[in-house]
């Protein structure tokens, strides 16, 4: 059983370019999160999606970003317009029908903006 | 909304020596509680969790976490550790009841020296 994939692992951008972040949820899980960790920094809820709906979004900056998790295809986090404090690394989590269950996490996207 | 704090943001220990993190959460309702490790350049794991029950959890690589309702804390122990314990550890919670976003620590950064 594959665990939950993430694409690319590392991504060098410059500032004004868009960054599409991919993650595949484990097999069987219909709920993924996405979390940021800045340098030195825990990891911070940005976004919880469901299946082709967005639960919770409190954590994601109002302006530039977005994420989807469409009926067939990996969960996208986008960043339009990047400016060098998106560096960081981005960590994709998904978990099975019931809400409440263990997060299991991918090995992350670090986002490099020069 | 909840919070999670970490004690130490870093510790260094000998190989054999015993391990106390520190880990403290304000939230008032009922609570999930997890402790997970990221070994230098790979993604977060598992060590423990706890939801209800013994108070007392068990997890992976001989690592134990206690769950102490009246101080809020779930403190996560070894024994003895090992230089393969280099890591960095976080605490994390979620409100449980089907709402499983995580709240984690900054993280304590562990250095077992051989």
């Known amino acids: 059983n594959a665990g939950v994939m993430q694409n690319p692992r590392h991504l060098v951008r410059r500032r004004g370019q868009e960054a599409r972040l991919r993650c595949s949820p484990m097999?069987?899980?219909?709920?993924v999160y996405w979390y940021r960790q800045l340098p030195e920094e825990g990891l911070k809820f940005m976004v919880y999606?469901?299946?082709?709906?967005?639960?919770?979004e409190s954590g994601m900056p109002k302006e530039r970003f977005s994420a989807e998790f469409p009926k067939e295809g990996p969960s996208i986090l986008r960043i339009q317009q990047v400016v060098r404090g998106d560096s960081a690394a981005y960590f994709c989590?998904?978990?099975?029908?019931?809400?409440?269950?263990?997060?299991?996490f991918g090995p992350g996207t670090r986002l490099l903006v020069l | 909304a909840q919070s999670v704090s970490q004690h130490n943001h870093h510790v260094i220990l000998s190989e054999a020596a015993s391990l106390e993190l520190g880990c403290n959460y304000s939230?008032?309702?009922?609570?999930?509680l997890f402790w997970y490790v990221q070994y230098p350049g790979q993604h977060l794991q598992l060590l423990l969790k706890?939801?209800?029950?013994?108070?007392l959890v068990k997890g992976i690589k001989g690592f134990e976490a206690e769950f102490i309702k009246s101080k809020f804390s779930f403190n996560l122990r070894k024994p003895s550790v090992q230089w393969s314990d280099t890591a960095e550890y976080f605490c994390?919670?979620?409100?449980?009841?089907?709402?499983?976003?995580?709240?984690f620590g900054k993280g304590t950064m562990l250095l077992v020296s051989p």
């Open positions: 989590a998904s978990s099975p029908e019931r809400g409440s269950e263990t997060q299991y």
């Open positions: 994390a919670v979620n409100a449980g009841s089907g709402y499983s976003t995580l709240t």
């Open positions: 939230y008032g309702g009922t609570v999930n």
């Open positions: 097999k069987g899980h219909s709920h």
């Open positions: 999606l469901q299946k082709e709906n967005i639960i919770d």
């Open positions: 706890y939801f209800s029950g013994d108070p």
